[in-house]
């Protein structure tokens, strides 16, 4: 008979799930060696890389798994298996996009499962915070999936979304495109965000069914193009990272329903910047003290100082992010280190950090990838 837990006990065993996750990489990491997956949008697939958190080093070590356009990639709370989403057109002679599983054994990538999305162009896979719950984002078919996740397989979809609608940008909000899944922290939400209508989807769940009941929407000034949500860990902020015009709806979550409140809207690009533009992901320091941006057209990432309590954010300065087209970044374990997926230069670059100051050096080294997606450390 399954016992009953209280929310307290869920958030206790969350955060013990937590940091038994992050134990393996940190003692990596204190020895200086680790695993590290890239997704890529190519045949090739999910690439495999060795990385020296001393020297900050990346050196590769070929394919670790050959599926087609794996642009986004993640990994259990146990980290014993990998989850990527497909952005493809066809999938098991469907047309959608797919979601996968790998077992990770040995710092390699085994096949454990593959399933059919609910629509083409998948871009971006979440697991909930109990691993038995995946959501899949699909952009081109403005459409959202979930399934249910047992010892790292994937069930059949068990519920699905069609998303109806568009926005004032006639190029780029023709239709609904849902973009990025993520969880609440205590794991009773679910998020997706659709660029395309200027909004987030907001669900309860289920996490042991993994089916999603809608309950709020969070509405982006039109045209806006809400892209990522990312939570802040003072359990109450979090940011909206808009692709469309380079800016960052700062957010109050509500624990009541899961709500979403704007704060304030921040700008990325100065006053007299007029090129081409499109903010695409977001970094969180460990300790909520530091939160980077990602800008495409200006290749650059900004850095906030954020007050850990209320999540408000200052300028910190900008950096060049040493390549073209940052798709998404990561900082390593140590947070010593930060690595950029640079689309269309081909180029993983990988710049020092400052801990104090969350700064990062001005110059970095770059290591090839082709048109690296999304970078995972194992």
């Known amino acids: 008979m399954m016992e009953k837990r209280t929310r307290r006990d869920f958030l206790i065993a969350a955060s013990a799930a937590t940091l038994a996750a992050a134990a393996s990489p940190l003692l990596l990491a204190s020895s200086g060696r680790q695993r590290v997956f890239v997704g890529t949008k190519t045949p090739d697939g999910i690439l495999a890389y060795n990385w020296d958190s001393v020297s900050g080093e990346l050196t590769p070590d070929g394919v ?17 298996y990998l989850f990527a989403a497909l952005e493809v057109d066809s999938f098991n002679g469907k047309p959608t996009g797919g979601v996968a599983s790998f077992r990770v054994v040995g710092g ?32 081109f078919g403005g459409t959202a999936a979930s399934f249910r996740v047992t010892e790292g397989k994937l069930s059949p979809a068990v519920w699905n979304e069609i998303y109806i609608g568009h926005g004032p940008n006639k190029d780029r909000q023709e239709k609904a495109h849902a973009h990025f899944a993520s969880f609440s922290l205590d794991n009773r939400f679910a998020y997706m965000n659709d660029l395309g209508k200027d909004c987030i989807h907001i669900y309860t769940l289920n996490s042991e069914t993994a089916m999603l009941t809608p309950a709020e929407t969070y509405h982006a000034r039109p045209g806006a193009g809400p892209r990522t949500l990312h939570f802040h860990p003072n359990g109450h902020t979090a940011y909206s990272i808009n692709e469309l015009d380079s800016t960052v709806d700062v957010l109050e ?13 921040i700008e990325l690009l100065p006053a007299d910047y007029h090129g081409p533009t499109a903010a695409c992901d977001t970094v969180i320091s460990k300790d909520g003290n530091f939160v980077y941006f990602a ?34 970044m990561t900082l390593d374990p140590t947070e010593r280190w930060m690595l950029v997926a640079n689309q269309d230069s081909n180029l993983i670059s990988v710049f020092a950090r400052d801990p104090k100051t969350g700064a990062l050096a001005e110059e970095g080294k770059s290591y090839p990838a082709t048109v690296p997606m999304c970078i995972l450390f194992a």
């Open 295 to 328: 800008n495409r057209g200006n290749n650059s990432i900004y850095l906030f100082h954020a007050d850990a309590k209320t999540g408000s954010l200052t300028p910190g300065g900008h950096f060049d992010c040493g390549g073209k087209t940052p798709r998404s």
């Open 64 to 80: 670790a798994a050959k599926l087609e356009n794996p642009i986004w990639i993640t990994l259990s709370p146990d980290r014993q």
């Open 108 to 139: 390699g990538l085994q096949p454990h499962s593959a399933q059919n999305s609910a629509g083409v162009g998948t871009c971006h896979v979440a697991l909930d915070r109990t691993g038995h719950m995946l959501l899949a984002a699909d952009y």
């Open 253 to 265: 979550w509500s624990p009541v329903d899961g709500g979403l409140t704007l704060v304030t809207r």
